[in-house]
């Protein structure tokens, strides 16, 4: 069964973590509001289609996320979020696979009370292409 969304602005990396953990691309995008944002690499925003599909290239690494929210702050109906995450093990090739990062999320409260995430940004403050954000 997968976990209903986050009805906390805290809870909202756990949530996501539990259901990237399934390997369920369908449930891990619940998990994001619609137009939301998703940074893959630094200085590289998407949106959309392209977004779920950036997402679901880490899902399909088949290794688990462990995620350690580290700050919240929040204001009404927003929140960022500052969570330290790794993906780590072997991969489908064989390989070892070792990608952490922290990230700097903003979720927004959804009129049916529950949190998901506005923007995706798992990389945070790594300088991106020339040193760009």
Same mark, same amino acid.
Not at 2 to 20: K, S
Not at 91 to 110: C, K, L, N, Q
């Given at each position: 069964?997968?976990?209903?969304?986050?009805?906390?602005?805290?809870?909202?990396?756990?949530?996501?973590?539990?259901?990237?953990?399934?390997?369920?691309?369908?449930?891990?995008?619940?998990?994001?509001?619609?137009?939301?944002?998703?940074?893959?690499?630094?200085?590289?925003?998407?949106?959309?289609?392209?977004?779920?599909?950036?997402?679901?290239?880490?899902?399909?690494?088949?290794?688990?996320?462990? &995620?350690?929210? !580290?700050?919240?702050?929040?204001?009404?109906?927003? #929140?960022?979020?500052?969570?330290?995450? %790794?993906?780590? $093990?072997?991969?489908?090739?064989?390989?070892?696979?070792?990608?952490?990062?922290?990230?700097?999320? &903003?979720?927004? !409260?959804?009129?049916?009370?529950?949190?998901?995430? #506005?923007?995706?940004?798992?990389?945070? %403050?790594?300088? $991106?292409?020339?040193?760009?954000?």
């Amino acid at each position: 069964m997968t976990r209903q969304l986050a009805e906390r602005p805290e809870d909202v990396p756990t949530v996501f973590a539990e259901r990237f953990n399934t390997g369920d691309a369908e449930a891990v995008a619940e998990v994001y509001e619609s137009g939301m944002v998703f940074v893959p690499e630094p200085g590289s925003p998407l949106t959309g289609q392209e977004a779920h599909a950036a997402n679901e290239r880490f899902l399909s690494l088949g290794l688990p996320i462990t &995620v350690r929210p !580290r700050h919240v702050y929040s204001t009404g109906d927003i #929140a960022l979020l500052i969570v330290d995450w %790794v993906i780590d $093990g072997t991969g489908r090739d064989g390989r070892s696979v070792h990608i952490e990062g922290t990230a700097t999320d &903003v979720a927004r !409260r959804g009129q049916d009370g529950r949190w998901r995430y #506005a923007i995706d940004n798992p990389f945070g %403050v790594k300088p $991106g292409i020339g040193g760009r954000q």
